[in-house]
């Protein structure tokens, strides 16, 4: 419903996630109904809603705070930019987790179905920015199997995609 500012009960507010008025931080705070923000302090399911976004907004905060560090100071951050390092970042992170292998330990698979990869990629950005999908994933599955790449995509005998370590 929208906010009209001509009916006090539809009235846009502040309202606190955790309910202290004290912290204004901006991950603590949603634009509410004046009705809807009085209801909340009675309502449990609400106040579970209002928690898990709390919780959400933080994940979200700190990936952003991680991102905006590696910018310059003088370049604002673009919310779809940082979500896109986001995926590139953990597509990197599992190719070369389970392909390459880390920290000595080898590599745990010889190849990689393409589509769950870029499911699990996608359910990684989503436990941190709260969406992901499946798509932008494969997109930035691609771009690690481009032709200059460690990465190489490939179509299996079943006509599936599969990726491996690109032989050099």
């Known amino acids: ?8 009960k539809w009235n846009r507010t502040y309202h606190h996630l955790n309910k202290n008025t004290e ?12 009705e ?8 449990y399911d609400w106040q579970l809603l209002s928690k898990q976004k709390l919780v959400d907004n ?24 940082d ?8 597509v990197k992170e599992i190719l070369t987790d389970k392909l390459i292998g880390v920290g000595g330990k080898p590599a745990v698979e010889d190849s990689l179905n393409f589509r769950d ?14 969406h992901g999908s499946s798509i932008t994933a494969s997109r930035a ?11 190489e995509k490939y179509k299996e005998q079943g006509g599936k995609w599969r990726i491996k370590k690109r032989k050099k």
Not at 36 to 43: D, F, M, P, V
Not at 83 to 90: A, M, Q, S, V
Not at 123 to 130: A, S
Request: charged share 35%; with cysteine; glycine share 2%.
């Open 141 to 151: 599955l691609d771009l690690e199997c481009a032709s200059l790449a460690d990465f």
């Open 36 to 43: 809807c923000n009085r209801l909340c302090e009675k309502n």
């Open 1 to 8: 419903m929208m906010f009209v500012e001509e009916v006090l």
């Open 83 to 90: 979500t896109n390092e986001l995926y590139l970042k953990f």
């Open 117 to 130: 990869t870029a499911n699990d990629v996608a359910y990684k950005v989503k436990e941190v920015v709260g």
């Open 23 to 34: 912290d204004n931080r901006p991950e603590n705070l949603v634009f509410a109904h004046e």
């Open 58 to 81: 933080e994940k979200y905060h700190q990936y952003a705070e991680e991102v905006t560090a590696h910018n310059d100071e003088d370049k604002e951050t673009n919310v779809e930019i």
